[in-house]
DNA sequence: AATGATTTCTACACGCCGTTCAATGTATGC
DNA sequence: GCATACATTGAACGGCGTGTAGAAATCATT
């Protein structure tokens, strides 16, 4: 490795930290080139010899954050015991919202729309970064699968990619597993999202045990029995 | 009310006409005052005249679209006999999840922070849509209030002003129900969310019965029967 | 009918943004 | 040592929202 490709590897990982300060201060839309550039000292062509667009710079920051926050989710989860399922039911979905609510802006680039007019691209890192949180999500309902298999769905109902990870994973698992995994996903997700966006600040001061309540209700209605 | 005021009511409206027909079009972000005036044969800064900034514009956009869903979730329960309160919950889902595929940028306006630098205003029609969106959610889940009280959360736990709101509109509901209530709009919420931001795109192709299925959980849930 | 007050509109300046491009300087590899 | 590839600059383009100043139109009053 060059003593050029350090310094073009230090500047584009000091373009990303300073696009992630930036966000955290103002926003997502404070994720501005020539805000950057400002920051930086230089001026704001230069970043295009390290990002063709600005959606690119965008991307990485959402596979990077989207990495972060399921390696916080995975290791809250394996801080907890195998045998204790619905514990790590809990640990998941609690990280999941602690992450949120530490990383705000994060949170919305990743599941929300906060940069006008970017369009996530169809592949890449951040797609990665989906389905890896999507396998750890079903390795969760995989271990509290016990109920019956009514059949209701078939693995054409998924994507080809992620029915062929989850079936080498999780080899015997029906898709009817999968189905319930994104029902478990959308669960978590309700309430953070609306935390996040502030509709529920002005509702109640307790959205933490709102939140642990409906886990709670969620690992029982699995069948299991939720840690004390 | 005099010709003067005549005029500018229609020329506010065909402004608000217009940004909706140009979110529709663009996403939120192609809300800008000059594509607004440049559809409309003015310059930008006569729309000044009729909102001080574009801000004010957009909250009143929110505004209208949160009540027409609001609205629209309302007629969906009522077309269900009150007698079938599972039947009036499932209605309601359903019909919020078809207004926010009809509405895509609707759903995001509302829900999201698609306007860039847009902070909602603490109080406002948008903030009474959502008191009444609540307020709908609470009589669903009211109806369906049988269990017991464990008296975990209390008055001072939720707002003032939505606190005295349900202690008039249903007397005697405990706060725990209040806490559920919030629970359920996060389960309704979370699919959907997901949905509208192409979270699940890439990963189903049955989306509807997905969330019919969860649906069907929460009713259960209740301690209802879901319709067939 | 004419005058005065108010509203509405145009025109323009300002600063911000993403993006492009020729020119310039600099470091690398032969 | 030199040609090449690269990073960087600075200016420029078009677009954005905000705000202001003054002209124009409209209304209300006399």
Redo the contacts with the bound molecule.
Sequence with gaps: M???????AE?TAEIKAIALKLMAAGGPD?????????E??????????????????VTTLIADLYTALVEAAEAARDAVSADDPGGRILAWGESVREWALANPEGFRLIYGDAVPGYQPPADGPAKEAEQRACRGLTGLVAAAWGGPDKGEYGWPDFDPVLAEDIQAAFPGLPPDAVALTIRVWGRMHGLVALEIYGHLRTLTHEPAAIYRDEMRALIASLGLTPPA
């Design positions: 060059s003593r050029r490709d350090r310094l073009r500047t404070a994720i501005s080139l020539r805000a950057i550039a400002r930086m000292g230089m001026t704001a062509g230069a970043i295009y010899s390290y990002y063709a667009t600005r959606d690119d710079l």
